[in-house]
């Protein structure tokens, strides 16, 4: 008889100590880690109307042409209706207008590394990994198989 599997996307959660399967802290159960890879880019998006505290902190700190940037990342879902669910960092601001494609690291600000490093924690938490290094842009993540509890048990 052939199981009952489909794919499933990651939510919070963790791998086992073998790396073989995913517990899902929402759905409270454990997902079998596929062959497959998912992968994402984190870009960097231009920020309309950041929140005050961000305001501020640029009317002090900033020249008066600075950008409003924050770094995003679309990430796979299993909603047909929705493929993708959109993860954001804070705002923050680029000093020198549009911030740093192809830049060096070493050149971001201190706030705009500490955005990048919040939303790699979320990606982190959902079971990607970067590529390249802590402040990387690129994470993957083994594809998950969802198996119905009668599959497993037999």
Wanted: charged fraction near 25%; include cysteine; aromatic fraction near 10%.
């Amino acid at each position: 008889m052939m199981s009952s599997a489909s794919k499933h996307s990651h939510g919070r959660g963790h791998y086992s100590d073998d790396g073989l399967r995913w517990w899902d802290d929402d759905e409270r159960r454990w997902f079998v880690v596929d062959d497959g890879v998912d992968a994402l880019h984190v870009e960097i998006e231009q920020v309309e109307s950041p929140g005050w505290p961000t305001r501020l902190t640029t009317a002090i700190f900033a020249k008066p042409d600075a950008g409003y940037f924050r770094f995003v990342a679309d990430v796979p879902t299993d909603e047909p209706s929705d493929p993708v669910s959109r993860l954001g960092s804070p705002a923050f601001a680029s000093p020198h207008g549009h911030p740093f494609d192809g830049e060096p690291t070493e050149q971001w600000t201190a706030a705009a590394l500490h955005c990048l490093r919040h939303l790699s924690s979320e990606l982190i938490a959902q079971g990607w990994a970067p590529v390249g290094g802590p402040d990387a842009r690129t994470y993957v993540r083994p594809t998950l198989v969802a198996v119905s509890e009668h599959a497993l048990s037999h």
